[in-house]
């Protein structure tokens, strides 16, 4: 059997760093306690293994104090902090229309309750002109929320640009940095922003359950917690903590997983994130002119390697995006993700909804070799018929 030719690693990245799974297997080895329940010196090693992703996620993202971070179990628990936490009725906000389902869902819900949201028309490339977001701030206007990158069509967002606009405006800026944070430079004061969300399952290759979210200080005042509960701090009070990181971390912190993104976090850093970058980007760029050349493939986004993520998005005239993902599958070896990719939103804009796109999401861990073999597949499926796959 062919070796798998993992192509999804736009919903999780596969496969892990050694130190991930390293870094977890010693937390069950050899400590195993929980963080701040205890004083014995397994719960203060936890606790240190905390303290320590804390610092990593800090200094990846340019956070100066790192208790402005607080961990989540993804970046959706992070989003719905962020914007059922803060959002009031009566407030306005502001989207883009290539944004996931985790930032929709909770803004559409808060729509019902008497918030007002405004969603900013992208191009059908899925690119954004700035400008578009300032002409549509309102005196009432609380927060602006963008992400990244889009998980369809890997198009990176101007958040230098809306940063700045929404920091002159005096509005939050919010970012959504599930598909960028690991192999995207951010710097949350360069680039304004002031709730910064994040995922550990995917380019930051830690496992699954994992993730966070940065609050610029004095923010964590308006914005309330979803979950209260134990902390393992100020035990004395029945009151839930106010302060970062407690007054969101409430339960049992997943520890094994949070051992796991420091190691991951901490390969990236040795790795260096602008190779990674670089490699990533090359494959894109392979796997985009090698799309291009085959005739039937109809390919969406910006396709161009330099201005978006390592996300392709494609289809095959005349074939259902689930034909080839199964074909590519069960004939090929090839992993990828077809349909909508919980991003309903996004395929409106660049014309895919509601039949979707089969979308090849390259990681690190591929090779040139990989792409060649995807374009070869790809070939083969576009000489057959839609009844060919009955």
Not at 229 to 250: C, I, M, N, Q, V
Not at 282 to 304: H, N, Q, R
Request: one cysteine or more.
């Amino acid at each position: 059997m062919r070796d798998t030719i993992y192509m999804d690693n736009a919903a999780t990245s596969w496969p892990k760093p050694e130190e991930t799974i390293k870094a977890m297997a010693e937390y069950f080895h050899s400590i195993g306690a929980s963080p701040g329940r205890s004083g014995h010196r397994m719960s203060l090693d936890a606790g240190r293994i905390i303290l320590d992703a804390r610092e990593a996620v800090s200094e990846l993202f340019g956070i100066e104090n790192l208790l402005r971070v607080a961990f989540t179990k993804n970046a959706t628990e992070s989003l719905n902090i962020a914007i059922s936490g803060l959002l009031k009725p009566g407030d306005h906000v502001i989207t883009s229309s290539m944004e996931h389902n985790s930032v929709m869902r909770p803004l559409r819900l808060m729509e019902k309750r008497g918030v007002e949201l405004s969603v900013i028309p992208c191009s059908s490339s899925g690119e954004m002109d700035p400008e578009d977001i300032a002409r549509n701030i309102k005196k009432k206007t609380k927060a602006i929320y963008l992400t990244h990158a889009s998980n369809v069509t890997g198009t990176i967002m101007p958040i230098s640009e809306t940063g700045k606009i929404a920091r002159e405006r005096g509005v939050i800026f919010c970012v959504d940095a599930a598909q960028t944070a690991g192999v995207i430079p951010i710097n949350v004061e360069e680039m304004s922003v002031d709730i910064l969300v994040f995922t550990g399952h995917k380019s930051l290759f830690g496992p699954q359950g994992t993730g966070g979210i940065y609050i610029a200080k004095g923010l964590e005042k308006e914005i309330d917690p979803i979950m209260t509960g134990g902390t393992g701090s100020r035990s004395e009070w029945e009151e839930h903590p106010d302060f970062l990181p407690d007054k969101y971390e409430a339960g049992t912190a997943n520890i094994i997983g949070i051992a796991g993104l420091n190691a991951g976090i901490r390969f990236i850093r040795s790795v260096g994130m602008e190779i990674i970058r670089e490699k990533e980007a090359s494959l894109t760029a392979m796997l985009l002119e090698g799309l291009k050349s085959i005739p039937g493939v109809i390919l969406y986004g910006c396709t161009d390697a330099e201005k978006q993520t390592a996300v392709v998005s494609f289809n095959i005239s005349g074939l259902d995006a689930s034909q080839v993902a199964m074909a590519l599958d069960e004939e090929f070896n090839i992993m990828s993700r077809p349909g909508l990719q919980c991003a309903p939103a996004a395929h409106k804009t660049i014309g895919t909804f509601s039949a979707g796109t089969v979308r090849l999401s390259l990681g690190y861990f591929l090779e040139k070799n990989d792409v060649q073999s995807a374009l070869i597949a790809v070939e083969k499926l576009t000489q057959r018929k839609k009844g060919d796959f009955l």
